[in-house]
């Protein structure tokens, strides 16, 4: 799939953003990552709700998304790896390119891929566009996420080789399907049927086609409910 990484970040620093914590900013570069089946050495989660667990060790971002952002005038000041908070970053691997349930190695590492990074509000304090989030959802430059299947040690002249493809669905078709903004029962039972998929978008779609819609995103991309103005 890709030859060499571009870089390997970890870190356990927080700040906070309106009173929540955050670790977006915590990463620094690494010659190598230790990597658990539920943790990375050195590397911590302010929101082990929303980030971390089993199905979400490794967080990886093409570099090449920054240039996209930049281009699109949404990042205030220049902002390059790892401010998305990623803990690999490659050149010439993209979310067309990689499916749910891959299985890869870089290194002595195997993982499965698990999902699309979801975008939220802390992103568009991060880089100073009060649609940032929005944007990356609506384009799908998202990243994704990684499980552990074999745990060890990852170098940064380590590179990524597909071991076993269990899905047609790629991470760009998932993130499309998963935000659409019309209901589509079919494509979601299609993508909650995805090996690998994580438990956490399955119970999602699984609660949607049994609510028979979508749930509100406005808190989690902005931060706050949008007003009702009907009455």
């Not at 620094?28 to 539920?38: D, N, P």
């Not at 199905?55 to 990042?75: A, I, K, N, S, T």
């Not at 993982?111 to 509000?121: D, E, Y």
């Not at 990356?136 to 597909?162: A, N």
């Amino acid at each position: 799939m890709i030859k060499t990484l571009s870089g390997l970040f970890a870190g356990e620093q927080s700040s906070e953003f309106e009173g929540r914590a955050t670790m977006i900013d915590g990463k620094s570069s690494q010659s190598s990552l230790s990597v658990g089946l539920l943790s990375v050495e050195g590397d911590a989660q302010a929101d082990p709700q929303h980030h971390g667990g089993a199905d979400r060790v490794l967080h990886h971002f093409p570099r090449e998304h920054y240039g996209q952002y930049r281009r699109w005038d949404m990042m205030k000041g220049f902002k390059d790896a790892p401010t998305m908070g990623e803990n690999i970053s490659t050149v010439g691997l993209d979310e067309t390119q990689v499916n749910i349930g891959d299985i890869v190695a870089i290194g002595e590492v195997v993982l499965q891929v698990t999902q699309p990074r979801s975008p939220c509000f802390k992103l568009n304090h991060q880089f100073g566009h009060p649609e940032f989030a929005l944007a990356m959802q609506t384009s799908g430059l998202c990243g994704w996420f990684y499980r552990v299947i074999t745990p060890g040690i990852i170098k940064l002249s380590d590179g990524i080789e597909l071991l076993e493809r269990k899905t047609d669905m790629s991470v760009r078709e998932a993130m499309s399907i998963y935000f659409a903004t019309e209901f589509d029962s079919a494509a979601y039972q299609r993508l909650a049927n995805c090996e690998g998929l994580a438990q956490t978008w399955v119970n999602s779609l699984q609660q949607r086609l049994q609510n028979q819609k979508i749930e509100p995103w406005q808190r989690r991309l902005f931060g706050f409910e949008q007003q009702n103005n009907s009455n």
